[in-house]
Every structure is written in structure tokens, then in C-alpha cells.
């Protein structure tokens, strides 16, 4: 056997990244989410060949301090939370400080930014995880990231990108998610400089959902509003006559994060019972509210899966605010199994 030995940490951040970017998407979530958090009203995201030549996300948020731009791409350096304790209320989408080493160590980088208390921004550029340069630089207040040649230097990744179409594809996708999220930002995603999306960002969930789904889709949804177990669910879910024959359409987000939960998914499904066809599945936008320690999001690098501390209460308040949605009877005891 050879010796046991410590990684350099260049290998240690390399091994780190695979887990926090998989593909363009992830590069595209991870950098939306960070302009959500710095308080953005509109974010601007562009992709050319599927995200792999260049990825662009553009925010009108709070901006980075000159003296911490390069603390901003060390691994483990984050703003958001300070203490063991915070991780245990976290009100923030990031928090792990991971994200942005992670796509410096595997990429060509480019931020720009500016705090609005400031006259002058700062550019700095990153290649492979290296700070190769840092200046001055006029522009405007906010924060711009450049993401160029993805996976340049890890060719073990590269080989397993999809075509640009469904690597595009999918980062539509991450945006979409985040304009149903957070109907209050304005998002605009472009594909090798086509217009692909543009919500406008008046609060209104509704808006949202017509402009990610289209109109005529849009159409078969109608309102959820429920509360109880302490907690709020909110959004809208499919007429029973317009389920589709995917589970493509089913959004789920807890505390304005997007998650996958096969709870939501449940409770959505059981309230349906016999007014959906067989094969057929609903599609629903739904934002549950919880007092923040009452879900633990620490489970995963992505943070997509998350533990709730009660699933039998998620999975009722989902159940019955659906149903009620639904118009259906509730005057019958339905079988409530989580
Ligand atoms: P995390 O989001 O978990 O804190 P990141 O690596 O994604 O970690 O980002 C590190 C830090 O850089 C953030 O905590 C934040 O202070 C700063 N930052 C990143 N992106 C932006 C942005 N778009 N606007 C303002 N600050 C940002
Ligand atoms: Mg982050």
C-alpha cells in the first residue's frame, strides 16, 4: 500500500468543486442565488453554447467591498453566517462559502463590482482558482459574474456534458426556478443572445407563473392559499382536467428555496384522489413558510434536499390546502399517511 498523504489543497478544492458543480445549471443556480441574497431586483443571466463557453449573471444588488473580493473565492469564506448557531436558522439561500471557490477552481473567471456607497468598483480575474488580476473599474452598482470555458481544466468532467441544447436547457431551467421563487426579482435569461424569459418582478407570483409557463398553460392552474401547523402554503396548482402526463410542472419551495420533496409531492398527488386520470399528474408552483429552524437545510451541497423537522405536518398542511384549492369536500376525514 503507499503512504498515507494529505491532498494539496489545489487537488482538495478540485475534488470539492465536483460536488457544488456538476454542469453549466449548477454554475447558473449557485450565481442566481447569490444575487438573491445580495438583495437584487433584477437579475440578468446569459449563457452562449449551453453555458459552457461563457456563463454572465448580472445584479443590481448590495456589490462586493474592494478589500473583499479575493475572501469572497476562498473556500469556506461567507458573509452570511458566522456561527454553529446561525446553521441552525438560516434565512439565507448560501451559506456554505463554497460556491464561488468552487467554479474559480474550475474555470475562467471574471467578477465586477460595486457597492452603491462607493465610486469606483473592482474587477479581478480568476483562472483555475489563481487571482490573475485585480484593478479598479467603473460600472455599475452590483455585482456581475463571467464564468468562461467550464471544466477547462478538468477533462474528466468535460466528457460527461450533455449537448449544448440540453446543457441550455437546463439552465433556463435553474432560472425559471428562481423567477418562481422570487417573483419580486426580475429575471431575464438570453441564449447565445436570444431572449428566453423575462418576468417582471412585481411580487406577483401569478405573473411569474405566466411568464415561465406561458399563458395558456398558466391558465389551468388556480389559487392555493392554506395555513395551519404553523406554517403557510401559498401558489397555485392544476385544474384536475389540466394535469398533465409529466411531473415536469411540479415546483416546490420552502422559505423561498427551490426543493425536491416527495412529501409535497404526495400530499399534491393524494389530493388529487380520483379527480386526476390515471397517468396523469398535476403541476403546481407551491411556497411553504416555516419558521426557519423548523427545516434543516445542511443536508446537501445543493441544498435542493432538505429535512423537514415535522414531514406528517408538511404533508397535511400541503394535503388540505390543496384539496381546499380543489373545492373538494372537507367535511370527509381523508386518509392522511406521510
Ligand atoms: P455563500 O453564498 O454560501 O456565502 P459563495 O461562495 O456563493 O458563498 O459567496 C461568497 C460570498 O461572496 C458571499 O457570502 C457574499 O458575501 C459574496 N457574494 C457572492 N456573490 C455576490 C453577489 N452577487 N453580490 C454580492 N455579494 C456576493
Ligand atoms: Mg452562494
Redo the contacts with the bound molecule.
Keep these: 500500500m503507499p503512504h498515507i498523504q494529505q491532498l494539496d489543497s489545489h487537488v482538495a478544492d478540485l475534488i470539492a468543486a465536483g460536488e457544488v458543480v456538476e454542469r453549466p445549471a449548477s454554475v447558473v443556480k449557485?450565481?442566481v442565488?447569490?444575487?438573491i441574497?445580495?438583495q437584487?431586483h433584477a437579475i440578468t443571466v446569459e449563457i452562449q453554447n449551453g453555458g459552457m463557453s461563457l456563463i454572465r449573471?448580472t445584479?443590481d444588488?448590495?456589490?462586493?467591498a474592494p478589500g473583499?473580493v479575493e475572501?469572497?473565492?476562498l473556500r469556506h469564506?461567507?458573509?452570511?453566517?458566522r456561527s454553529e448557531y446561525d446553521l441552525e436558522a438560516i434565512g439565507?439561500?448560501?451559506?456554505?462559502?463554497?460556491?464561488?471557490?468552487?467554479?474559480a477552481s474550475v474555470a475562467r473567471v471574471e467578477?465586477l463590482?460595486r457597492r452603491l456607497e462607493d465610486t469606483l468598483g473592482t474587477s479581478l480575474t480568476l483562472e483555475g482558482g489563481v487571482v490573475t488580476g485585480k484593478e479598479e473599474a467603473g460600472c455599475p452598482a452590483?455585482?456581475t459574474?463571467l464564468v468562461r470555458d467550464l471544466f477547462y481544466n478538468t477533462p474528466a468532467r468535460l466528457k460527461f456534458m450533455k449537448k449544448d441544447a440540453a446543457e441550455g436547457a437546463a439552465c433556463l431551467a435553474a432560472v425559471q426556478r428562481q423567477a418562481l421563487a422570487h417573483p419580486e426579482v426580475s429575471f431575464k435569461f438570453l441564449k447565445d443572445g436570444k431572449q428566453e424569459l423575462l418576468t417582471p418582478g412585481d411580487s406577483q407570483l401569478r405573473s411569474a407563473l405566466y411568464a415561465v409557463l406561458g399563458r395558456d398553460m398558466a391558465l389551468g392552474f388556480t389559487k392555493v392559499e392554506g395555513s395551519g401547523e404553523g406554517m403557510t402554503v401559498s401558489g397555485f396548482t392544476s385544474l384536475p382536467a389540466c394535469c398533465r402526463g409529466t411531473r415536469g410542472y411540479q415546483f416546490f419551495f420552502v422559505n423561498g428555496r427551490y426543493i425536491k420533496s416527495k412529501t409535497m409531492t404526495a400530499a399534491v398527488e393524494q389530493a388529487y384522489a380520483n379527480q386526476r386520470m390515471v397517468g396523469k399528474f398535476p403541476g403546481c408552483v407551491l411556497h411553504l413558510t416555516t419558521k426557519l429552524n423548523a427545516v434543516d437545510v445542511n443536508v446537501h451541497p445543493t441544498k435542493q434536499e432538505v429535512k423537514f423537522g415535522a414531514e406528517r405536518q408538511v404533508f397535511s398542511a400541503v394535503y388540505y390546502a390543496v384539496l381546499a384549492a380543489l373545492g373538494a369536500d372537507q367535511s370527509r376525514p381523508a386518509a392522511v399517511v406521510a
Design positions: 449557485e450565481l442565488e447569490n444575487a441574497d445580495a437584487a449573471v445584479d444588488g448590495c456589490g462586493i473583499e475572501t469572497a473565492f469564506a461567507t458573509s452570511k453566517i439565507t439561500l448560501g451559506f456554505r462559502g463554497e460556491a464561488l471557490a468552487a467554479i467578477l463590482t452590483g455585482t459574474l
